[in-house]
């Protein structure tokens, strides 16, 4: 394992220290912030589906983030047993932390890398594996039961973040412990605003030697900027955007003339009386600017001014879910606010723990070829959306209905360093400053196109405006069925011209691999848009889909962070 170490140096102490043996690299410590998470019925991921609990019960899941609250009832240790013998860890949460019996546990480890506690003090503790916890809410909205993904899997969690943020080597230093202790998988919603490149990334870095030992990392993909681009995109690991949900919290203010005002709220309280007055943000104000006035920012309002008016306590027009909070924080960034919860409703960016429903299905189902690596896990979520066909790829979910697959692509050999050049455009120095190893790559790999990579997606850029044809290679592998035959069918609503090279597809043993080509024409689309359709391949029982998308987006420019 390499040894990380963090001080404050100055550029031509860097550039010193870098030229040291043994020193694979040295880069800026970022500050990374925090993201959260999301739903599971909105997937299609209700409480019938069937469990299996002793395989999630050896299911390790790391957490990095701002730390845990161990007596909230989403880490209760009813119902477990002894942790996984494979668990190497142990529990360093400092200053009043204690994990549970040793024999019987449900949160089987932690550690604390900023503060002198790792409790959860910011209010975003994970439900990624927390347990079904009946009757929950927030003030009587959104009722019913608070659960995690994978909920009698066993959790370990690394606070990396305080009240200034995230550090990169915080960060990186977790992913190493977390690999050492021996987690499943990591779930990491943390970003730092603005793009970099992967060797310079703490969290590429970590998430590509968590890839080597075969855990898979998940990062929230970042919700910053223009909607076409993401901060968290290194391929070794699953990068995970926002969506909303189907549920809404509108409520509604009457006016003295009758007219109605139907908007985005959320409110933990009822007027006591039939009316009172409405203010306008401005007036009551001796800080802010208009702008900052009218919408009720943390600071703007003058107390004695809004005293008995309506003004906001949570409004949040976007991803609306009820999670496990810190009962330390208040539920609002108001200052006033001296409410403690023990579940709240959080606007998230990401629903990193996306994926954890697939693993319980993945292991009873991978049964005969052992439990897959983190390219095949990649690959089946993939293949698995359903999605707005007016929007492909911009609103898209996870659907069981087809949880079982029989035939996969390999998004890429667990060799994660074969052709990474290529990809990247990085030179082999970078790429050992990545890996940590006297890497060289494949003498022909520049030759090769990033859009042959054998994801189980297709997308391609081209120059808008004008013609084109672009040509796809893949290579499926059958894993449930020994002996199935897959059609290929092509859905679009765009003006693409799409044809599948071998558009019928015979298996007759497991593992048994065949390749097909698929050729994309038509007119480009103006600048900055895209074009899309699919593919899915089906034996009359089990679908694997595949999106396509042609787009003509610039590169992105460093620097910038976006979703």
């Known amino acids: 394992m390499d040894l990380l170490l963090s001080s404050l140096m100055k550029r031509q102490r860097n550039l010193q220290v870098n030229g040291f043996n043994g020193v694979v690299s040295v880069f800026p410590n970022r500050v990374y912030h925090v993201q959260t998470t999301g739903s599971w019925d ?30 909230l009832d989403s880490f209760s240790d009813d119902g477990f047993g002894p942790p ?3 668990w190497k860890g142990s529990c360093k949460g400092g200053l009043y932390f204690t994990c549970t019996s040793k024999h019987i546990s449900k949160l089987i480890g932690a550690r604390v890398y900023i503060s002198d506690s790792a409790r959860d003090t910011k209010g975003t503790a994970s439900t990624a594996a927390g347990n079904m916890v009946a009757n929950t809410s927030f003030y009587g909205l959104v009722e019913g039961t608070a659960r995690g993904g994978v909920p009698s899997a066993r959790i370990a969690a690394y606070k990396v973040c305080g009240d200034s943020g995230c550090s990169a080597a915080y960060i990186l230093a977790a992913f190493y412990d977390a690999i050492a202790d021996g987690v499943d998988l990591l779930t990491v919603s943390l970003g730092a605003g603005a793009s970099s490149d992967f060797y310079l990334d703490p969290i590429a870095i970590g998430a590509f030697h968590a890839a080597e030992k075969g855990i898979l990392v998940m990062q929230s993909a970042g919700n910053f900027g223009e909607p076409e681009l993401a901060e968290g995109a290194a391929p070794w690991m699953l990068s995970v955007a926002a969506s909303t949900t189907d549920g809404l919290f509108i409520d509604k203010v009457v006016l003295g003339n009758g007219k109605t005002l ?30 900052g006035a009218r919408e009720c920012f943390t600071g703007c309002l003058n107390k004695t001014l809004v005293k008995n008016k309506i003004v906001p306590d949570i409004s949040t027009p976007g991803v609306n879910i009820l999670a496990a909070y810190s009962p330390y924080a208040p539920p609002s960034s108001t200052e006033t606010d001296e409410r403690s919860v ?120 081209v120059k808008p405006g004008g013609s084109f044809t672009v040509n796809f290679r893949r290579k499926v592998t059958t894993v449930g069925v020994a002996t199935s035959t897959y059609n290929a069918t092509i859905f679009s609503n765009s003006k693409l011209d799409i044809k599948v090279i071998r558009q019928v ?19 480009a689309p103006v600048e900055s848009s895209i074009e899309s359709a699919s593919l899915t391949w089906s034996d009359g029982i089990h679908k694997v889909r595949s999106p396509i998308v042609i787009h003509t987006y610039k590169n992105s420019p460093k620097g910038k962070s976006h979703d």
């Open 505 to 523: 597809l015979s298996f007759t043993s497991l593992k048994e691999k065949k390749p097909f080509n698929v050729t994309v024409k038509g007119k």
């Open 84 to 86: 996984p013998k494979k």
């Open 262 to 291: 139907t908007g985005f709220s959320v409110n933990s309280f009822s007027l006591d009386r039939k009316k009172v007055p409405l203010i306008y943000g401005h007036p009551a104000t001796i800080t802010c600017d208009e702008s």
């Open 342 to 461: 023990k579940y709240n409703i959080l606007s998230g960016t990401s629903c990193l723990a996306l994926m954890l429903l697939l693993w319980l299905h993945m292991l009873k189902h991978f049964s005969l070829i052992g439990l897959p690596q983190p390219s095949n896990l990649l690959s089946l979520l993939l293949v698995t959306f359903r999605c707005n066909t007016s929007q492909l790829l911009l609103a898209c979910s996870s659907d069981l209905t087809i949880a079982f697959f029989s035939l996969f692509m390999i998004a890429s050999p667990m060799d994660p360093l074969r052709n990474p050049d290529v990809e990247f455009g990085y030179g082999e120095d970078n790429i050992r400053k990545i890996s940590g190893t006297n890497t060289t790559c494949p003498k022909n790999s520049t030759k090769m196109l990033l859009r042959n990579f054998n994801y189980p997606t297709f997308a391609a850029q």
């Open 42 to 71: 909105f997937m299609g991921f209700n409480q019938t589906v069937k469990r299996n609990a002793t395989g999630e019960s050896n299911v390790i899941i790391g957490v990095v983030d701002t730390g845990i609250w161990p007596e």
